[in-house]
């Protein structure tokens, strides 16, 4: 069972007016932006376009990219890969950031059924791009304003491409290596000239994501995968780690090598901006921050605690990305397989997570803060902004009130996507968002891909109720129901 009833914390759901939202912000001591009157388009903050790198986006929503479970075993879209891009492109957002997160090479891939970029799998990527367009045309009438591109990733230490753990690291962690099944030292450490290679294979799929059509590509700098590690890599040798210079140097060398063989295509970087402590289940499952002696170095961001915020190194990077001529930015936060509550707050925990210690509201404050605090900082910068979809039935109030206060440029939803991608078409259209299809963040959407099945919303999408996976699903969560 859930437990719905031992929860410290008042769900969302429960707060079934605005005045009961914003009393609940007050008790928590948080500041969100909050916008009582929901504007329509064209009036509406929201409905704004805006030129991005030469680009017109139609309005503030974004489309954040997550990992699917539903490619093939070559890393091509199947039949449920479309419906979800379908969908994304019928949602009435005007930027797509990367679709989902692709492969760059085969030993990078998160899961066996991951899609992956290369030579055999263009014409799949292409043809997933352009049902997406399509879709976004038969609903919209056109494809004004639609921005799409695709996310290039390498999994690293969470690698598992053939299901079972296959880590390839930045540096050894003195905690995380036990979490992927390795010794502190390991022999898994990619050597430099591995890291030439890396950076290779991702201008190589810069070069054919532009020859597929995609508008521009995300090279990822989050969530523990392999180029967010390296930005606390302050332990590597090497020309790849200590410095900070050293430790930027893939990014630089990635954009550097898009920018000389596909000069037409824009680059994006979706950054965790802060990190914490790895956290794991305490007393009666809630979450607590592993032990840890002293000044705690890995967490990028972090203020050397493990459990707060410093933005001088994140704000050097976006430096160095702005004058490396990358002009978008989707800001994120740590990861979700160490400290899931400041990556993607949630009511319920994932089968592999931890209980609530916090208020999800204070998650969501923590990331909307720390992006109004670098795009104050950046104001050149296009910024988008994540944690939203944990806001549920005020998703628009807030979103409305940031965007219209300039704390975020566009407002990035993920998860909610799943459950209910007609969100911004239902907002910018004035109907008001539909109670019955809102993300109540179950996780389900986590836990079904950790045990192999694909990734969907189980609870509210009726397509993956009927599936045969739910029923497996609901054996996992209740196995003596």
């Known amino acids: 069972m859930r437990g719905d009833e031992n929860m410290p914390y008042p769900k969302i759901a429960s707060l079934r007016k605005p005045a009961a939202f914003l009393a ?50 070559e890393g091509r879209p199947t039949q449920l890969t479309l419906r979800r891009w379908r969908r994304f492109g019928q949602s009435g957002a005007k930027l797509i950031w990367g679709g989902e997160a692709v492969a760059i090479r085969a030993d990078g891939r998160a899961n066996p059924n991951q899609l992956m970029i290369h030579r055999e799998t263009l014409a799949d990527l292409e043809n997933l791009r352009k049902e997406l367009v399509t879709a976004h045309e038969e609903a919209y009438g056109s494809r004004a304003g639609l921005v799409v591109g695709l996310q290039l990733t390498h999994s690293g230490r969470y690698a598992r491409p053939q299901g079972k753990p296959a880590p390839r690291l930045a540096y050894d962690h003195p905690l995380l290596n036990e979490r992927v099944g390795l010794p502190f030292p390991s022999r898994n450490v990619m050597s430099d000239d591995e890291v030439d290679e890396i950076i290779e294979d991702f201008i190589r799929a810069a070069v054919l994501a532009e020859e597929a059509g995609f508008d521009f590509v995300d090279i990822k700098h989050c969530h523990g995968y392999l180029l967010h590690e390296f930005l606390s890599a302050v332990d590597r040798p090497g020309r790849y780690g200590g410095s900070l210079e050293n430790r930027t140097r893939p990014a630089r060398e990635i954009i550097r090598g898009i920018r000389q063989r596909a000069p037409g295509l824009r680059v994006g970087v979706r950054l965790s901006a802060f990190d914490f402590l790895p956290f794991q289940p305490g007393p009666e499952g809630t979450g607590t921050p592993m032990p840890w002696q002293g000044v705690y170095p890995y967490a990028f961001g972090g203020d050397g605690t493990g459990l707060g915020i410093d933005l001088r190194e994140p704000a050097a990077f976006l430096s160095m990305l702005q004058a490396w001529g990358v002009r978008l930015i989707c800001i994120t936060a740590g990861s979700p397989y160490t400290n899931p509550h400041i990556q993607r707050p949630a009511y319920f925990p994932p089968s592999d997570g931890y209980q609530l210690f916090e208020d999800p509201l204070v998650g969501v404050a923590r990331q909307i803060q720390v992006t109004a605090a670098l795009k104050a900082s950046f104001p050149g910068l296009t910024m988008v902004g994540s944690a939203y979809s944990y806001l549920q039935e005020y998703i628009p109030h807030v979103a409305q009130a940031v965007v219209r206060r300039g704390m975020a440029d566009l407002v990035g939803l993920g998860r909610s996507m799943l459950a209910y991608p007609q969100l911004p078409a239902d907002v910018l259209s004035g109907r008001g968002v539909q109670r019955k299809y809102l993300c109540r963040t179950f996780s389900d959407c986590t836990t079904a891909p950790r045990h192999g099945l694909v990734s969907g919303c189980y609870p509210l999408d009726d397509f993956y109720k009927s599936r045969p996976e739910n029923e497996l699903l609901n054996q996992i969560k209740y196995p003596q129901g």
Do not use: Y
């Open 24 to 73: 609940r912000l007050e008790e928590l001591g948080l500041e969100l932006p909050f916008d009582e009157v929901i504007e329509p388009a064209p009036a509406s903050p929201l409905a704004r376009p805006l030129q991005v790198d030469g680009l017109e986006v139609g309005n503030r929503f974004c489309v954040l990219p997550m990992e699917g479970w539903d490619g093939t075993p």
